[in-house]
């Protein structure tokens, strides 16, 4: 079991870069496919990004070749690293854990994420 906790959001010009971070309790984190979703204003929860426990990597095509997730099983943390930042990136963005280890959820299958942090804001102007 893993508990997620988000941070690094803000507000930032459009064209600027963040970097979200996310650590997640529990002494199993390398066998849990992790992924960050983002919920815009007014609009349903989306995928962003997920990464497998072996380091597999997915992205919703509207944030191919700008973010990168990526995570470090040393630490227990799963980043995302977003540039070219564009107004439609606004959202709060969620961390999650898969519910159970050694699955690799497909990224339209949020259901099969148990996990949940409580959300980090982004914002970016234009």
């Known amino acids: 079991q893993v508990q997620p906790v988000e941070s690094g959001g803000g507000l930032v010009q459009a064209g600027a870069s963040l970097r979200l971070s996310c650590v997640a309790s529990?002494?199993?984190?390398?066998?849990?496919?992790m992924g960050w979703f983002r919920r815009p204003p007014g609009k349903e929860r989306e995928f962003v990004a997920i990464?497998?426990?072996?380091?597999?990597?997915y992205y919703a095509d509207s944030v191919k070749g700008r973010f990168t997730i990526s995570r470090d099983n040393a630490k227990n943390t799963v980043s995302l690293q977003m540039n070219t930042l564009k107004p439609e990136d606004t959202a709060n963005y969620f961390c999650?854990?898969?519910?159970?280890?050694?699955?690799?959820?497909?990224?339209?299958?949020?259901?099969?994420?148990?996990?949940w942090g409580q959300g980090t804001q982004v914002t970016v102007s234009s």
């Open positions: 529990g002494p199993t984190f390398n066998t849990y496919t």
């Open positions: 999650a854990a898969a519910s159970s280890p050694f699955s690799t959820p497909t990224p339209e299958n949020s259901a099969a994420f148990g996990y």
């Open positions: 990464i497998n426990w072996s380091g597999l990597t």
